[in-house]
């Protein structure tokens, strides 16, 4: 089953104690780039979470973004006073009142409403459960984000499919073609020697031997076997449960070696005008296949 690397996906979560919102995109990359945007009270989760995409993804660029509000902040933390500050304001305030000789004496009113002074400590989080409920937030992010992109997939293979089939005729055609080639150029060598030579009889061992050379030299059975064969094996990675992106990447690059050579060897014009055509299905294949895990 083919995937595609593109995909998104959405999902929230919340109790009494948390409110978290996660989202999730994948494009395509050469290997598996995770990058996360996530509070700082989700830091020490930061390996577990990679851990995680890791174990659903194999390869591509996940922009992973993690929301955790918590809920109820007054019954999970302290409000307390900032000492430190309190006290260099207090000592300012009486060199204040000292220098401009100002009368009456600082009270807690002038304290009040002096910025900072008052900090909310939040108490740290429980790790293990905190986990707990992220990891089935995750799962369902990730069971979504798979949705979209097998249902990509789906349209991917549909496209290749296509393609191969317009490859393996262009390939049926070029293996019909071949022995006419040499059958005509039997013909032109003929007609070209009797031109020259202006109706001498030749020595037919001789016109047979450069034929046979002829025909050595652009024999491309052996390519077109090779060639159906990797046609074969790509089709069958359709049907894979694991990550094929790479293995169709590899089949392309031996299919273009050897329609490369079957276009060198021939020297008919027809067969090089189905050798063009199918290198240009095999280019948007490989673009197809750039987007698949």
Do not use: C
């Amino acid at each position: 089953m083919i995937k595609s690397m593109t995909g998104y996906a959405q999902t929230t979560f919340a109790d009494q104690q948390f409110q978290m919102t996660l989202s999730v995109k994948t494009v395509n990359n050469r290997f598996l780039d995770i990058n996360l945007r996530m509070n700082s009270a989700l830091t020490p989760l930061e390996d577990r979470i990679k851990s995680y995409v890791s174990s659903r993804l194999s390869r591509g660029r996940v922009d992973l973004s993690l929301q955790l509000i918590t809920q109820e902040k007054m019954e999970n933390g302290n409000l307390a006073v900032n000492w430190s500050l309190a006290r260099t304001y207090g000592r300012l305030l009486t060199e204040l009142k000292e220098q401009m000789q100002l009368s009456g004496s600082l009270s807690v009113t002038d304290f009040l409403s002096l910025k900072d002074l008052f900090v909310y400590e939040e108490k740290a989080l429980s790790e293990e459960a905190l986990w707990t409920k992220l990891a089935s937030a995750l799962k369902r992010l990730f069971d979504g984000l798979q949705k979209m992109r097998v249902q990509e997939g789906k349209h991917l293979s549909a496209d290749l499919v296509a393609r191969l089939k317009t490859i393996q005729q262009g390939t049926d055609l070029i293996a019909q073609k071949v022995p006419k080639v040499v059958e005509a150029y039997q013909v032109r060598l003929k007609e070209r020697i009797q031109k020259l030579t202006k109706g001498i009889e030749i020595d037919p061992a001789r016109l047979a031997q450069e034929v046979a050379i002829m025909a050595d030299r652009s024999d491309v059975s052996e390519e077109l076997t090779r060639l159906g064969s990797h046609v074969k094996q790509f089709k069958t990675l359709f049907k894979e449960t694991l990550p094929v992106g790479k293995k169709m990447e590899f089949l392309l690059q031996e299919m273009n070696r050897e329609v490369n050579t079957i276009g060198s060897k021939s020297p008919d014009s027809e067969v090089s005008h189905l050798v063009v055509g199918i290198k240009a299905e095999l280019e948007k294949i490989r673009e197809q296949v750039q987007n698949i895990e």
